[in-house]
Each structure stands twice: as structure tokens, then as C-alpha cells.
């Protein structure tokens, strides 16, 4: 092997250096390969092969790695590596790998030819000592395929950032004399995250969804409780998804079981045990859509948006050049967008509301001129001012549909000489004027809902944090205040939103003090929920979603939409924590108007700020997680099963659970074949259905025919004769061989309520001759079977040589000598018992010359003349004897010569 350095005029034609094998026919240097830095000291090191190296083992090979320098090269070979399965072959190719763990050190793929030529391709990984001899399988072939012949890697064929290897393969079925076969491989980037928790974790289960996400639930104690908690991977549309956590349970106890594991579709089940209590876990679930509503790239400021009767969404928002008001309105085939006034210059959302025929009402304040304004749609859209200039002083004016349509609408307006939280209602001709209370602050955070029992609610939240709440009842003209906690935390950071109807909520965000409060049904507000983390701006709205809480937020960091939502009713009896999944590709610096529909889907929309474009947001119930929503999943129960094409409740994806069989046939059977034509309704499809003309229970022998006493088997009946022998006894079904007895048996065997008389079962359901073996030594009880029966039924043995199942003390298969001197007397002479009883490597001795029948290796004094007793020892095994027994007198050596050279053969 020669190397030749490199210079300004190219290399002179003499080598530099030199490496030499003195060995022929080893192949020394079939392949010489630079393979990166794998030890990463900043010097690429190279392999040389030598496949047929067999110092280590036949035709194992070996690999030379020398190691890059800045100095002279080396002699000797930095590491050595020989495998250990000969005609392994080593080094038929390599390719260098790159750093494909990521740990700073190169790494490596070298192919082998291996002894049937079937091909093994490994990947080395490097490390601060260079190669590891320990290494990663990657690829195997069949025989005669040499996988890995030729290898190439370092490209990135599909630009997603990971490498790719090619490899070849030949395959016999193209062509007689192989055909050429390059297959790729594509680096997979593993993720690896510490998630850090106090206390000791003692337990860790993990379910995956058909999708792929990965769902841990674990067991950790701390110095005061046990805490289970989940950890779910999401795909939030950034390219690593997010780690949700959510808290389950956290007791005072000494113990907690966990069992947990997933759907198809990801939904977790979970159940939890504490010695006195056993609570099952699942999880209700939305799924999130989005949809371009404005996209002209100059839309989206000061947004509101509502929720129409028939559940569709109507938006308002400005133009940002031409300050123009614009709405969107849902329709059954897309948006439809419409100018409803130019030279609006806003500083607040505009309030969007329909009345009872669905007609959309803009309320929004002209900032230069302190002026509400109406704007009601319908053929066009008609404008009214409401109240003077100067009159409505708040930023915000938040409003209500009244159950006569009339529009309610909250603020601070002028008195003229001061200013008053005051409630504007607007009957669509008439505007009334109630004032509150005197309230200085133009910049509160104000809210008003409308009560289930038809009460309107008005909150304010000042900047310091001073909250007020105020109710008018249905039929009074006089406003209630309410007494509620007071927040604390910083000025300029507070915020309010309230949810009105059954369940009436106030989210306030402060520091110290910030709850969301439920009104409970004695009038008092009580705190439900410690506000979860929140930006100062964004995001902030509440609503009441059957037995949780949602809040939607803004990430204090990065603003991305937050969606948070809380158990009021959890299992332990408290309030469960939150759980919060972040939107990780939306921005939300601005309210996202959330209202909830009939149907449970919660709307909103947002401003993208990047490109000036309005973003419908929707949430929709999926109660089965399989991303098909409710509205649309026609089983929606029922995990990745969203088609019902013959409304049999059988789903059309063959891959899901509860798969139809017949897609297109609306059918009743659900067994074996699901959603298929079962004429007598018995669950089993017609065309496996033994009989199918009456309904039946059988699964064993055939499906669907009568079985009465429900044990799988079909009763024989009308000539049938390969089912249930006992039609009674759900113990037995039958009786192979034809004795009387049932195949089965065992501790419970085979007395029922309806055969109460059945007989214990057959222990030799395959042999007639047996049924009972009561030493429980394995041979039958009937003694007059003499090839199969026990000769000892009541004592348990494992003798079978001279008899079976009798006592057999060296466990040599010989019975040991019994019962001497009387009438069942079992000895060695006549009945062939153990001549030695407990050496177990002889048993008989045919010529009684005192020497064993067994010449195995390592038996006891064998005899190599068994059937002579004149002699028995023969060291050497050539056929002669070493010397004579006592019992030869001469005459009986019966041909037997005695050996000249006894411990040679010959």
C-alpha cells in the first residue's frame, strides 16, 4: 500500500510511504477508504480492508484504521477489528456515515460478504477512542444477494437535511444471472428530552397512536403526595410538535396503580387505583381548523366576531390604509365579504352580534369623535349614530343581544360633568340611557352578558385592579351590586372577560389574586380556577364547556394561542389542573372572540399581523380523537371510523375498529365478518354460518349452529356428528377416543348443575385404553394395558424399561427390586428390575458376570462382552479383551482372545 502526499507541481511518482502485507492471498487493501474525524481530535482518519484475513477466525477479515496526523504517518494501524463469525468477510465496501447520532464524532458504514453471500451492512460509531467495536445492524440479505457490494452515503437525495445511503443487492428474480437492485435508506433524526419532576419516579407506560404520537403516563412521589401525570407529544404545525403535560391525580397515599394505554386514534384510557378507590381517565377532545377569510394583505384590525342561530360565523374588521369596516359573513358555500362603511377611525374591537333572524349588528366607537355607531345589515347596511360626540369616553364597549332584540351595551359614558358606568340598550328605534355607578377610568376592562334567568351582568376591571360587578334583574330598573374578590398584582396588567348564561364566569388576570369565578347559586362568586400563565395582551377569553373550563391565552414569551382548559368536576373532588396546548404557528396579540354554538364548536378568529390577513379559528368536539369532527364523523364513537356508507354502524375503514366486511350491504353480522347479510341474526355472516336458516351460538367447530349449554361447541344433531358429544355439560364437548370419557379434565371436571353425575374426564383423551391415572405419574391406571399401563397405579414412578410407572430411585428407567419374598415379587433375575438400584448409568447385566449392559461414556464398570461372562473389560475397543473374569473356567471364552497390547488399538 502506497501513499503519495500531495504538492504545488502534483506528487513525483515515488512513494511516500509505505504499508506491506507479508502474507498472500489475504486481499490486503480491497478497499481504502477516508472516513471523517471519527474521534474528533481534527484529523480524518482512513480504513483499509482485508477481507480474508483469518487470524481470528476463518476467513473473518480485518479492518486497519489509521488515524490522521500532522506529523509523520504511522507504521502500525491506531485499531484493529476481526469479527467473530467466520467467512464474515469483512470490508467488501465502506463508506464514511457522517455524525449521524449527533454526538461529534464521525461514523461509519462497512458491508461484509459473509459465508452463503448473503451481505450484512453495519453502521461503527466513532467516539473520543476512535471506532467502537460495538456496532448497529443496518441491513441483512439472502443468500447469494451480496447486500452491501457497492455503497455510497453523504447525500441528501430529498432535501429534508438528514443523509441518505444507496446500497446494492442482487435479485434472482430479474433476469438468470441476477439483476442489479439499489435500495436507499434515509437517516431518521432522533429527539431526545429530559423532563424534569420532583420526587422519584417508580413507574412508566407508554402508548402510541396509529398516527405515531406518543403518549408517557408515569408514577412519581414527592415528600408530601403521589402524583400521576401524563406527558402527550402533539403535532401543533411546527416541525417538532410539543410535549402537552397534564397532572391526573396527586394523593396522600402510600399507593397507586396505574394501568394505562391508548386508542387508534391516540385517546388515552387510563384507570387508577388506591386501595379504596378505582377512577377511570379519558379525555374529551376538539379538533382545530383554520380557514383564510381576508387575504388581501391589508385586513384584520379591530376584529370582533359572534356566532350566528345556525351555527355560522359573521366577522367585522377594518382595512388598515383606507380605514374601512368590512364583514364576512358564512354561508353555506363560502365567505361572503362586504363593505359596510368607509372613514371609520377605531381604536377598539368593533362588537359583533345577530338578532333572533340572524341579521348582523356592528357596534364600534369612532375614536376622534368619542361616538358610538350602529350598523345593522340585511339587503344594505343601515348606520345609526348612538348618543352625542363626546358621549361614549371608554376604549371598550362591550354589548348583548336581549332576549326582545333589543342591543345592550356596556361602557363609561359622559354625564356631562363627570362620567358613569352606564348600560345603553338600542330597541332598533329608541336608545335608553341607565347609569350605574360614577366610574373615572377610561381604560377599564368592561364586560356584559346576558344570565340564563334573563338578568344583564356588567363587570369592570380599572387598571389598578379595582373590580366591580353589577346585575339588573328581569322586571327592575335598579342595578344590584355584587360583592367579589378583589385581584391584586400590577398596574396596566390587568384583564377581564365573562361568559354569561347557565354558568356564569369572570376570568380576571392579575398577579398574586387572579382566579377565574363562577357565580354560584346563593349569588356569591367563588373562585373555580387559578388563572393559568397569560400574556399581559392577547388572548383572553372564557367560556363554560360542560363539566371544564376553557381559556384561551396568549403565551407570555411568544404570543402563540394558548388553548387551556380545567376539570370543575374531577374525580379526587377538587378542581383537576390545567391543561394547555400551544398553537405553535399562531400569533394572537389581540382577543380571539370565542363563542360556543349549539353544537358545542367553539368559533373565533385572529389577525394575522404578519400578512394582514383574517383567520377563521375553529374548535369542533371529536369525541372519538380519530381528527374527523363529530359533525361529520358518522360514527363518532368510534376511533378512526368516520364513514358508515349502509348505515349498518359498521365503519368503512377497513383498518379501524368495528370494520365492515360488507361496505356497500347494510348487515347485522358482528362476528368473525362484520356488517354483512345474517339471515337468522345470530351475529355470524350467512356465507360461514353453519347453519343459517337458525340462529345459534357455536364458534368452534362451525359458527352460528344451536349449542346448549353455551360452551362454543355445536350440539350434534340431524346427522352431524364432529361437535358436542354432551349437550348438558358445558365442561365437556369430546370424546376422541371413543371411551366413554370426555377429552377434558382437571381440578373442576366435569360435574355441572345440569350433569351432576359426570364422570371425572379423560386424563388420555387420545387413548382408549386409559382415562385415569391417580399416582399422577403419566401412565394409565388400567394395569391389564400393558403398554401404556401402570404396573404401580397407586404409587407414583417413573420406571419404563422393565415396567411402568413404578418406583425408579437412580431415575435410569429400570424399576427398583420390590416386594421380595412374596407373591408380588418384582426382581432383577426373572422380571428384569435394576440390578443397581441407585447408579444410574446400569441396570441390567445379561451374563451375570458382575459387570453392566450400558457401555455409554462414563457407566459404571461396562461391560464391552455383554453376553459373555468370561471377560468384560476392553481399554483400547479393538475387539480383545484385556484379561479374563473370575467366571472363566477355561473352556467358555465362546471366541474371546485376550489383548497382547491392551491401551493399543490394533
Not at 61 to 74: A, R, V
Not at 110 to 120: A, D, E, Y
Not at 364 to 380: F, I, P
Not at 427 to 436: C, E, N, P
Request: glycine share 12%.
Amino acid at each position: 500500500m502506497e501513499y503519495f502526499f500531495g504538492s504545488p507541481s502534483g506528487y513525483n511518482g515515488s512513494a511516500d510511504h509505505t504499508l506491506a502485507s507479508l502474507i498472500q492471498g489475504r486481499l490486503f487493501g480491497l478497499s481504502i477508504t477516508c472516513v471523517g474525524d471519527v474521534n474528533g481530535d481534527g484529523f480524518d482518519e482512513h480504513i483499509i480492508t482485508e477481507p480474508l484475513n483469518g487470524t481470528e477466525g476463518f476467513g473473518t477479515g480485518s479492518l486497519w484504521l489509521f488515524e490522521g496526523t500532522n506529523g509523520s504517518l504511522p507504521g502500525e494501524a491506531d485499531w484493529q477489528f476481526s469479527p467473530s463469525t467466520p467467512n464474515s468477510r469483512i470490508g467488501e465496501s465502506i463508506a464514511p456515515a457522517g455524525d449521524i447520532n449527533e454526538d461529534g464524532y464521525d461514523d461509519v458504514y462497512i458491508s461484509s460478504r459473509m459465508g452463503s453471500s448473503s451481505g450484512r451492512l453495519e453502521i461503527f460509531l466513532g467516539s473520543a477512542t476512535g471506532l467502537s467495536d460495538d456496532r448497529q445492524l443496518l441491513a441483512e440479505g439472502n443468500s447469494s444477494e451480496r447486500l452491501g457490494l457497492q455503497i455510497a452515503s453523504n447525500g441528501d437525495v430529498n432535501g429534508d437535511g438528514l443523509s441518505e445511503l444507496f446500497y446494492s443487492l442482487r435479485s434472482s428474480d430479474r433476469g438468470d444471472a441476477y439483476g442489479l437492485t439499489y435500495l436507499m435508506l434515509s437517516e431518521r433524526d432522533w429527539e431526545s428530552i429530559s423532563f424534569t419532576y420532583q420526587g422519584v419516579v417508580s413507574d412508566v407506560q407508554v402508548g402510541t397512536a396509529g398516527r405515531g404520537e406518543t403518549s408517557l403516563v408515569f408514577t412519581h412521589a414527592d415528600a408530601l403526595r403521589v402524583h400521576v401525570s401524563k406527558l402527550e407529544h402533539m403535532n401543533d404545525g411546527t416541525p417538532g410538535g410539543q410535549w402537552v403535560h397534564q397532572s391526573i391525580v396527586s394523593l396522600n397515599t402510600s399507593h397507586l396503580g396505574v394501568s394505562f394505554d391508548v386508542r387508534s386514534s391516540g385517546q388515552p384510557v387510563l384507570i387508577i387505583e388506591n386501595t379504596s378507590h378505582m377512577t377511570f381517565h379519558s379525555t374529551t377532545s376538539m379538533t382545530a381548523l383554520e380557514q383564510d377569510v381576508a387575504t388581501t394583505g391589508t385586513m384584520g384590525q379591530w376584529l370582533g366576531s359572534t356566532s350566528t342561530h345556525d351555527n355560522k360565523q359573521v366577522l367585522a374588521y377594518t382595512s388598515g390604509l383606507g380605514n374601512q369596516i368590512f364583514a364576512a359573513t358564512q354561508t353555506s358555500s363560502g365567505w361572503s365579504s362586504e363593505l359596510v362603511r368607509n372613514s371609520a377611525v377605531l381604536a377598539s374591537a368593533i362588537e359583533v352580534h345577530v338578532d333572533d333572524q340572524n341579521t348582523p349588528h356592528l357596534v364600534y366607537r369612532h375614536d376622534a369623535t368619542d361616538q358610538l355607531e350602529l350598523a345593522v345589515g340585511g339587503s344594505s347596511w343601515s348606520l345609526t349614530t348612538l348618543g352625542e360626540q363626546g358621549e361614549a369616553l371608554s376604549i371598550q364597549h362591550p354589548t348583548a343581544v336581549l332576549s326582545n332584540n333589543s342591543l345592550a351595551i356596556g361602557l363609561v359614558a359622559s354625564n356631562g360633568t363627570g362620567s358613569n358606568l352606564a348600560v345603553w340598550v338600542h330597541d332598533g328605534t329608541a336608545l335608553s340611557k341607565h347609569d350605574i355607578a360614577n366610574h373615572t377610568e377610561l381604560d377599564s376592562e368592561l364586560g356584559l352578558t346576558v344570565l340564563a334567568n334573563g338578568s344583564l351582568l356588567l363587570a369592570a376591571l380599572t387598571t389598578n385592579g379595582a373590580l366591580s360587578v353589577h346585575e339588573l334583574w328581569p322586571g327592575s330598573d335598579v342595578w344590584q351590586e355584587h360583592t367579589v374578590p378583589q385581584p391584586s398584582g400590577t398596574n396596566n396588567e390587568y384583564r377581564l372577560d365573562v361568559s354569561g348564561g347557565a354558568h356564569p364566569l369572570l376570568a380576571v388576570r392579575g398577579n398574586a389574586i387572579s382566579s377565574i369565578y363562577g357565580l354560584n347559586t346563593s349569588g356569591a362568586w367563588t373562585s373555580l380556577a387559578e388563572r393559568p400563565a397569560a400574556a399581559v395582551n392577547g388572548a383572553w377569553d372564557v367560556h363554560h364547556a360542560g363539566d371544564h373550563l376553557v381559556l384561551f391565552t396568549s403565551d407570555p414569551t411568544n404570543h402563540h394561542l394558548i388553548f387551556n382548559s380545567v376539570e370543575l368536576d374531577h374525580a379526587s373532588g377538587e378542581t383537576g389542573p390545567w391543561m394547555s396546548v400551544q398553537f405553535g404557528d399562531i400569533v394572537a396579540n389581540h382577543p380571539v372572540h370565542a363563542t360556543v354554538d349549539a353544537n358545542g364548536t367553539v368559533h373565533m378568529a385572529y389577525w394575522d399581523e404578519v400578512d394582514n390577513d383574517v383567520i377563521m379559528l375553529r374548535l369542533y368536539p371529536d369525541a372519538d380523537r380519530d381528527l374527523v369532527f363529530d359533525m361529520i364523523d358518522a360514527m363518532p364513537s368510534v376511533p378512526d371510523q368516520w364513514m358508515n356508507s349502509d348505515g349498518d354502524n359498521y365503519g368503512d375503514n377497513p383498518l379501524g375498529p368495528l370494520p365492515d366486511a360488507c361496505p356497500t350491504d347494510s348487515g347485522l353480522s358482528s362476528f368473525i365478518y362484520q356488517g354483512c347479510d345474517d339471515y337468522d341474526t345470530d351475529g355470524f355472516r350467512d356465507d360461514i354460518d353453519g347453519c343459517d336458516d337458525e340462529g345459534g351460538t357455536s364458534w368452534i367447530d362451525r359458527f352460528g349452529c344451536e349449542d346448549r349449554d353455551q360452551d362454543g361447541w355445536s350440539d350434534n344433531l340431524q346427522g352431524y356428528l364432529d361437535g358436542d358429544e354432551y349437550y348438558s355439560n358445558w365442561k365437556q364437548a369430546l370424546d376422541t377416543d371413543g371411551d366413554g370419557f370426555g377429552d377434558n379434565h382437571g381440578v373442576d371436571c366435569c360435574a355441572t348443575a345440569l350433569d351432576q353425575n359426570a364422570n371425572s374426564g379423560d386424563l388420555f383423551p387420545y387413548l382408549a385404553s386409559q382415562y385415569a391415572d391417580y399416582d399422577e405419574d403419566g401412565y394409565g391406571d388400567n394395569d391389564t394395558d400393558t403398554v401404556f399401563g401402570d404396573y404401580c397405579p397407586w404409587d407414583y414412578g417413573e420406571s419404563y424399561r422393565d415396567r411402568n410407572g413404578c418406583l425408579d430411585s437412580d431415575g435410569d428407567g429400570a424399576s427398583d427390586p420390590s416386594g421380595e419374598g412374596t407373591i408380588f415379587e418384582w426382581n432383577a433375575t426373572v422380571h428384569g428390575a435394576d440390578v443397581w438400584p441407585f447408579d444410574p448409568t446400569q441396570w441390567k447385566d445379561t451374563d451375570g458376570d458382575g459387570y453392566g449392559d450400558n457401555q455409554s461414556e462414563n457407566a459404571t464398570n461396562p461391560d464391552r462382552f455383554p453376553q459373555r461372562k468370561a471377560a468384560a473389560n476392553d481399554t483400547d475397543d479393538d475387539g480383545y479383551a484385556d484379561n479374563w473374569t473370575e467366571h472363566y473356567n477355561g473352556t467358555n471364552a465362546e471366541g474371546i482372545q485376550i489383548d497382547a497390547c491392551p491401551t493399543e488399538w490394533g
